[in-house]
C-alpha cells in the first residue's frame, strides 16, 4: 500500500515572498503520479501541479514548481511570489500509473498554508 | 463547461437513517470516483465507478454502496448511518479510457454529511 506524508500541518508567508510545502511518500511502484492539490474555503479541490514519475524534470506551472526526488521519495511545492489567493489547505497526492483495475488517488493529511499581507 | 456538480452541498441526518448522494461529472469524463473526507484530514477513496461497474474499492463497510448511471451520473448510498460517517463527501471524475489514471481528477465541491 502506498502512503503519502506532510509533515508540516501549518504553514505560513508573507506576501510575494517564496515558500515550501514538504510531502514523502512510500511506495513499490516504479510508475506513478504524483500531484499538489489546493483546496480553498469554496471546499473543491483543485489541481495545482502533476508530476510523472518517469520524467526526471520537475513540472512547473507559472508561479507553481515541485522538487521531485524520486530515489528519497520526496515532492516538494514550491510557491513563489505568493499571493494572498493562495491562501487554502494543500495536498499531496498518489496515483499508481496505467492500472487495469482501476485508478484511485492516496492523499496526505493536507497542509494549511496562509499568506498574510 | 460545466464541472462537477454535486448535491445536496448540506444535509444531516439522524444515525441510523440512510442517504443518497449525487454527483454529475465533468462533461467528457467518463469515470466517478468518492473520497471521504473528514474534518481536518485528507481525502479518503471510497470507490470509483467506469462502464457502470464498481471498478476498485477502498477500506470501506458494505454499509456504502453506488451507482453509476448510462449518462455518467453517479450516486453514493450510505446505510445505517453512523456517528462517524459525518463527512464531506467528494466526487471527482477523470477520462479514464486506457483503464489507468495519470490525468488527474476534476473535484465537485462536495456535500457536507452530519449525522446527528
Known amino acids: 500500500a502506498q502512503t503519502v506524508t506532510q509533515s508540516q500541518p501549518e504553514m505560513s508567508v508573507q506576501e510575494a515572498e517564496t515558500v515550501t510545502l514538504s510531502c514523502t511518500y512510500d511506495?513499490?511502484?516504479?510508475?506513478?503520479?504524483l500531484f499538489w492539490y489546493k483546496q480553498p474555503p469554496s471546499r473543491q479541490m483543485i489541481l495545482v501541479i502533476r508530476q510523472e514519475a518517469y520524467k526526471q524534470q520537475n513540472a512547473t506551472e507559472n508561479r507553481f514548481s515541485v522538487n521531485f526526488q524520486k530515489a528519497a521519495k520526496s515532492f516538494s511545492l514550491k510557491i513563489s511570489d505568493s499571493q494572498l489567493g493562495d491562501t487554502a489547505m494543500y495536498f499531496c497526492a498518489f496515483m499508481k500509473g496505467r492500472e487495469t483495475s482501476g485508478s484511485r488517488l492516496t492523499f496526505g493529511e493536507g497542509t494549511q498554508l496562509t499568506v498574510n499581507p | 463547461d460545466a464541472g462537477v456538480t454535486q448535491s445536496p452541498t448540506h444535509l444531516i441526518k439522524t444515525r441510523g437513517q440512510q442517504v443518497t448522494l449525487r454527483c454529475s461529472p465533468k462533461?467528457?469524463?467518463?469515470?466517478v470516483s468518492w473520497y471521504q473526507q473528514a474534518l481536518g484530514q485528507g481525502p479518503q477513496f471510497i470507490f470509483q465507478?467506469?462502464?457502470?461497474?464498481?471498478?476498485q474499492r477502498g477500506n470501506f463497510p458494505d454499509r456504502f454502496s453506488g451507482h453509476q448511471f448510462p449518462n455518467y451520473s453517479s450516486e453514493l448510498n450510505v446505510n445505517a448511518l453512523l456517528l462517524g460517517d459525518s463527512a464531506l463527501y467528494l466526487c471527482?471524475?477523470?477520462?479514464?479510457?486506457?483503464?489507468?489514471?495519470?490525468?488527474?481528477?476534476?473535484f465537485g465541491s462536495g456535500t457536507r454529511l452530519t449525522v446527528v
Open positions: 471527482a471524475s477523470s477520462l479514464d479510457r486506457r483503464g489507468g489514471g495519470g490525468m488527474g481528477y476534476t
Open positions: 511506495t513499490s511502484e516504479s510508475n506513478y503520479y
Open positions: 465507478y467506469y462502464e457502470e461497474e464498481e471498478r
Open positions: 462533461s467528457g469524463h467518463d469515470t
